[in-house]
């Protein structure tokens, strides 16, 4: 055999033989990277998993509202307050984020009417007034969505208003009345608003005593107060302010 035929055997040996020892180590190597895939992944933090849930979010602003309400019940009115005639309360949390309008309804049982709510914003406050004995006189504001309603005087707001009447009441008065214990005849008691200065009711409180429940459509929102007096003192905040 000539030289030339025995480097040609030659190199096909080598190369058959390192065909196959390939063909045995690659499937060797894939099946151990498979294995160790899981464990790294299992190992591993997703970093798209979220702190804290919606739902969690909401329960702590629903706490926190109760506890700001509270706080406001049980403060004792500041000698500011008294010369200046009112203070405004925003909620906010720690970060002072306001807390959505959805989080203050559930908190303190409050029902804006579906209609209403059309027309609001999340913008909105509880304010209380210095009236008799160091009592405070409660009101809320309910902000406008600027984009869904013309500024001025607006009949669709004041008709939504009229028809919300009926249950104001009930749907109110864990703000407008803290302190009071309605039973369930009282809250469904019938009230019949009349138009004065402002749009007004007188309510029969429990104990033989008499309240009211008086609101104004002004430019920016809706107030609402157990005192037309109160809703004189805020009514110049409120027509000057610029929605927040």
């Known amino acids: 055999m000539s ?23 690659l499937p060797q190597k894939e099946k151990n990277i498979s294995q160790e895939q899981p464990e790294k992944q299992s190992s591993s933090t997703p970093v798209s998993l979220p702190s804290e849930t919606e739902s969690s979010m909401n329960q702590k602003n629903v706490e926190l509202t109760q506890k700001i309400f509270e706080n406001i019940t049980q403060e004792k009115i ?4 008294k010369k200046e005639g009112s203070r405004r309360i925003n909620f906010e949390d720690q970060k002072g984020i306001p807390i959505p309008l959805s989080d203050f309804e559930k908190s303190l049982g409050v029902e804006i009417d579906p209609k209403l709510q059309e027309y609001l914003s999340n913008g909105y406050q509880i304010f209380y007034c210095p009236g008799p004995g160091e009592e405070k006189e409660l009101g809320v504001f309910l902000e406008y969505n600027m984009k869904k309603i013309y500024r001025g005087f607006t009949y669709d707001v004041l008709d939504t208003m009229k028809v919300w009447e009926d249950t104001i009441l009930p749907n109110l008065n864990t703000v407008l009345f803290p302190d009071i214990d309605f039973n369930e005849d009282s809250l ?40 037309p007096s109160c809703l004189d003192k805020v009514h110049p905040y409120y027509e000057s302010v610029e929605p927040y």
């Open 3 to 25: 030289l030339k035929k025995i480097f040609i055997a030659t190199v096909i040996v080598v190369i058959i033989f390192i065909s196959a020892a390939m063909l045995f180590i």
């Open 78 to 81: 500041s000698d500011k307050t």
């Open 188 to 227: 469904n008691q019938k009230i019949e608003f009349r138009d004065g200065k402002y749009r007004y009711a007188e309510i029969n409180l429990p104990g033989g005593e008499k309240g009211s429940i008086n609101y104004d459509a002004i430019e920016y929102g809706i107030i609402v107060s157990v005192s």
